[in-house]
């Protein structure tokens, strides 16, 4: 019965530990910190717009009829509306609203704010195909596998990539940046503010400044580390940043926001080429999006339920507020920290100040078999942890902390599973040995 309960509420997304519950049953209010002003600076405040959920207004989701072909399957779409194409006025309201949502968890004014049709994976490449024309240098600060992935898209755009690379675990100052802007000049500097293969958390306060003082732009990936971990867009310079969905939004996966800097604007409409790609193209899609002031054009068949989505989940962020969101997870956090230290587990990260807050890689013990101990969380409880990523591959458990699943209730049942599962796979090794 304990099993039917928790999988009649779960929702897959492979990566990280997920065990979905109800956001609705006021989180916040199970975790307590002292958490310093000073990472709460300067906070804009959400919009009022959404602070007023879709379901009261039913005229926005109305019933039509399509003369167009479109995919309808009655059991599937019963308790859905009939989503609205694109190119209309409710939806585009719509879209409005998630912009000015995303302008709140990016922390900007920024004119050029949207969403790119895909996951996490897209911002990385509209990011690369809207900054890089062959032959521009972009320096990559890597110490994980999205550092590696943006090298890796970089170079399919012909651009002259030089990587500054650090070990797992660790991340990069601020004389590590200057000085290798010094020595390689580029045009672009790419970082990610949450190593999500890693566990590691990227500072970025002064990154901007120091990028532009030396005639570079600062592109961050943000999809691991967004709403878990401060990020002011504009009071920290940043130029062009992308997210995901599906991680602190808590919204379904399909889309990627991504925000442009005026500086960021001017520097494609500088190309002496055309964007590569028309499908991330950010001229178009600040078009799409009501960004640039010129009446829209069509461009492609966005995800109309996914946008309906994620304003939903915007809603609820601006609901609980980013100050109680940061903080929320920074407990959750740390009680998982501690908890596991009880339990004689080793974080990857050995610095507390380097460590991510959303995805917490946990040192597998010497005679551990890894795998079983996921296979046990799963088979027993539906509970989903994955193993390392990347340069931690084999190394490490890997446990999301992040959205809505982020409370004190999980935390504890996963260190209730984790004593489970290390009592269950010291036993298998033990006989094994016999």
């Known amino acids: ?206 990154m901007g400044e120091i990028c532009h003082k030396h005639g570079a732009l600062l592109a961050v990936d943000a999809v691991a580390s967004l709403g878990g971990v401060p990020f002011y867009m504009d009071d920290w310079s940043v130029d062009v940043v992308y997210t995901g969905t599906q991680k602190v939004i808590s919204a379904p996966p399909s889309m990627a926001p991504i925000a442009f800097s005026d500086k960021a604007m001017s520097f494609v409409a500088s190309r002496k080429s055309p964007t590569r790609s028309f499908y991330t193209d950010i001229t178009c899609l600040a078009n799409y999006w009501g960004c640039d002031g010129t009446p829209r054009k069509y461009h492609h068949t966005g995800p109309v339920s996914s946008v309906y989505a994620l304003r939903e989940a915007l809603a609820i962020v601006c609901d609980e507020g980013l100050e109680s969101l940061l903080i929320r997870h920074k407990a959750a956090a740390e009680r998982l920290w501690a908890g596991l230290a009880e339990l004689g587990l080793e974080m990857y990260v050995s610095d507390v100040s380097k460590r991510l807050p959303t995805v917490n890689t946990i040192r597998v013990p010497e005679g551990i078999d890894w795998m079983r101990v996921t296979k046990y969380f799963m088979s027993k409880y539906l509970v989903e942890i994955s193993g390392g990523l990347g340069p931690s591959a084999g190394q490490v458990w890997r446990v999301g902390l992040m959205g809505y699943n982020c409370t004190t209730d999980n935390v504890d049942l996963v260190l209730k599973i984790m004593k489970e599962a290390l009592a269950d796979a010291r036993s298998q090794d033990t006989a094994s040995k016999l």
């Open 1 to 206: 019965m304990e099993q039917f309960a928790i999988r009649s509420i779960y929702c897959r997304i492979p990566l990280i530990c997920n065990i979905f519950f109800f956001f609705s049953t006021g989180v916040s209010s199970h975790l307590t910190v002292n958490v310093p002003r000073t990472i709460l600076i300067n906070m804009k405040p959400p919009p009022s717009v959404l602070r007023i959920p879709l379901w009261a207004f039913p005229e926005r989701s109305p019933q039509k009829v399509s003369a167009n072909k479109q995919p309808r399957d009655k059991d599937l779409c019963q308790t859905s509306p009939d989503w609205l194409k694109t190119i209309h006025n409710v939806t585009e309201d719509i879209m409005d609203e998630v912009k000015e949502g995303l302008r709140y968890v990016f922390q900007t004014k920024n004119r050029v704010v949207c969403c790119i049709s895909g996951t996490g994976h897209a911002g990385m490449e509209a990011t690369m195909s809207n900054l890089i024309e062959p032959g521009t240098i972009i320096l990559i600060a890597s110490n994980g596998i999205w550092g590696q992935r943006a090298a890796d898209m970089a170079k399919r755009q012909d651009a002259d990539v030089r990587m500054i690379e650090k070990p797992g675990g660790d991340n990069f100052t601020k004389s590590d940046i200057e000085a290798a802007l010094i020595e390689h000049k580029p045009a672009i500097t790419f970082m990610v503010q949450g190593e999500s293969s890693t566990g590691v958390y990227q500072p970025l306060d002064g």
